[in-house]
């Protein structure tokens, strides 16, 4: 079987063929052919305003290419969504039948744009998302997260909760959810929901506790991009975003798919060795931009529960030194509290703290 005419014309279409210069979402898909294609998508009105693609594959690529941009032209979003490997083929008539994996390649990487756009509106429902990072594994940074998150919602606000700590989620154990699995909707996996706070982590779609995620960079990007793009979030005030220790692929891929950061909290302890590592996450962020909201000082001494006074563990000072020097604030210390570590072990949380309060309400004041 050889190309019909229509194929070969549109094999020499140059139309649609080339990068836009000015673009709402853009995909790019490997065949197992070994091909690959791009697609390019301006979107007005939730139509496709204007499409181009290009291909590195050979006269079927180009065809079939060209062809789903004319099918897609104009069309309503859902409408070009559900342009068929099947379509295409009618489309151009007679085709190689050796070479008909290069329409659903074609139409694959179609599908690959518009949900890339549809997970850019996403994620831009969400009016303020923060990051809690730091350099340093154990100080807290996952309790920190949950108790600002359960706070915000004690205010009133829409919250979500996302852990992106993908070899150590300890979420589900802080807040006391065990679940196995999610429930996908019709936009997007849908998040558990615990007392008005929206919550995801890898840790949901663990078969047991005990398993472990050994995953390399690209799949992780690929998980985390999941979570913020195809997650029914929907019209969050905060999005809470608990991230491993370090600055690594995870912080990355949440910079690289969150969109406009309303900023990060660094969480430290007061011992030297951990202010030398925040420091890290520190110019992490100015690098890249993202605003740095405060720095919080955990496990900032121990409250002795018979006599209620608050007893220095550490020596004091490094987190001043870092806040001088590296031009950020302090927005709260936290003391340890047996209550509050023992509510942890049993996945409960404690009333909201007021040096927790105080964290909080410096957010809402720099909100959106």
Known sequence: MGYSS?????????????????????????????????????????????????TDGCV??????????????????????????EMVLDALGEFPESSAHCALLATNTLKAAIQEYKGILRINQIKNK??????????????????????????????????????????????????SGLLQGSDGLIPVDMEGLKVMSIGFLLKSSDDAVAWRGPRKHAVIRQFLREVEWGDLDYLIIDSPPGTGDELMSVYQNAGILMGAIVVTTPQKIAAYDVRKSITFCKDLKIPILGLVENM??????????????????????????????CIGSIPMNRELARAADLGQIEPISAEFLKIINHLIKEKK
């Open 130 to 179: 923060i990051l809690i990072t730091s350099g340093k594994g154990g100080v807290g940074k996952s309790t920190v997260a949950v108790h600002i998150a359960k706070g915000l919602v004690d205010k009133g606000y829409k919250v979500g909760l996302l852990d992106v700590d993908l070899h150590g989620p300890s979420i589900p154990a802080l807040l006391g959810i065990s679940v």
């Open 300 to 329: 900032s001494g121990f409250i002795c529960p018979k006599c209620g006074e608050q007893i220095e563990f550490f020596p004091k000072g490094a987190v001043n030194d870092i806040c001088k020097e590296m031009n950020v604030i």
């Open 60 to 85: 079927s690529s180009r065809a079939c290419g060209s062809m789903t941009c004319i099918m897609a032209q104009g069309k309503y979003l859902d409408e070009a969504f559900n342009i068929s490997q």
């Open 6 to 54: 229509i194929a070969i014309a549109q094999a020499e279409n140059t139309d649609y063929y080339g990068s836009l210069s000015s673009f709402d979402a853009h995909a790019t898909i490997k065949g197992p052919c070994g091909d690959t294609m791009d697609f390019w998508l301006l979107i007005k009105n939730n139509m496709i305003d204007k499409i181009s693609f290009t």
